[in-house]
């Protein structure tokens, strides 16, 4: 079992960047591959990106960046904000590699842990 908290939303202007960060509160972290995922209204849950222990990551754009630390955090960089990104982020878990070889898991059913979401305001 892993409990995630997800931190750093809020509203901000078109063209800036943003962090969040999630905390993963268990002492396993190092064998969870930590996954964002975003929805946005209307739209169902997307995956933005993930990332290993090895610090391999995935992503869908070069706008999102993953990185994660030793201990029990992982991050989301967001660059160049869109208005269009308003949404809720999420921040998610599943124990192992969850995929194969370079390949991760891109579908919300195949995480089996979730933070309570964190929401982000793009203003033009």
């Known amino acids: 079992q892993v409990r995630l908290v997800e931190s750093g939303g809020g509203s901000v202007q078109a063209g800036n960047s943003l962090r969040l960060s999630c905390t993963a509160e268990t002492r396993a972290f190092p064998t969870y591959t930590m996954a964002w995922f975003r929805q946005i209204p209307g739209k169902e849950r997307e995956f933005l990106t993930a990332?290993?222990?090895s610090g391999v990551a995935d992503s869908v754009a070069g706008r999102f960046t993953m990185s994660r630390d030793a201990k029990s955090q992982t991050f989301l960089q967001i660059s160049n904000l869109l208005p269009e990104d308003t949404g809720t982020y999420y921040c998610?878990?599943?124990?192992?590699?969850?995929?194969?070889?370079?390949?991760?898991?891109?579908?919300?059913?195949?995480?089996?842990?979730w933070g309570q979401g964190t929401q982000v305001t793009v203003s033009s």
């Open positions: 998610a878990a599943q124990k192992g590699v969850a995929g194969k070889g370079n390949s991760y898991y891109r579908m919300k059913d195949e995480y089996d842990y």
């Open positions: 990332i290993r222990w």
